[in-house]
Nanobody, 123 residues
Framework: QGHLVETGGGLVQPGDSLRLSCVAS???????VGWFRQAPGKEREGVSC????????TYADSVEGRFTASRDGAKNTVYLHMDNLKPEDTGTYYC?????????????????WGQGTQVTVSS
């Protein structure tokens, strides 16, 4: 069956950086992978998506230029590097895979989700 595990979250100050990791266990991570976040009381929103070969990425407008998705096939891992973090970036961050032949920032196409990692940006 396999599962995804996110790590790398934490409490940071505005302007700091973090790198989140999404490790696949029990299956080969060749899928398109999306990163999502959910703040308390808000709906889950798409942050980025990376293609299976890593050559295509897309980002939400709110993180464009600050977040970078990448992947390492040898480690079966996808990363989300986050720079210049802002308080509004606070939330639980999830990675998810989709078997669809396109990247999407919508929740619906994704069918395998990790448990999430908490990111808190506060001074």
């Amino acid at each position: 069956q396999g599962h995804l595990v996110e790590t790398g979250g934490g409490l940071v100050q505005p302007g700091d950086s973090l790198r989140l990791s999404c490790v696949a266990s029990g299956f080969d991570l060749y899928h398109r992978v999306g990163w999502f976040r959910q703040a308390p009381g808000k709906e889950r929103e798409g942050v980025s998506c990376i293609s299976g070969d890593g050559h295509f990425t897309t980002y939400a407008d709110s993180v464009e230029g600050r977040f970078t998705a990448s992947r390492d096939g040898a480690k079966n891992t996808v990363y989300l590097h986050m720079d210049n973090l802002k308080p509004e970036d606070t939330g639980t961050y999830y990675c998810a895979t989709t078997g669809k032949p396109y990247c999407s920032l919508d929740v619906q196409p994704y069918d395998r989700w990790g448990q999430g990692t908490q990111v808190t940006v506060s001074s």
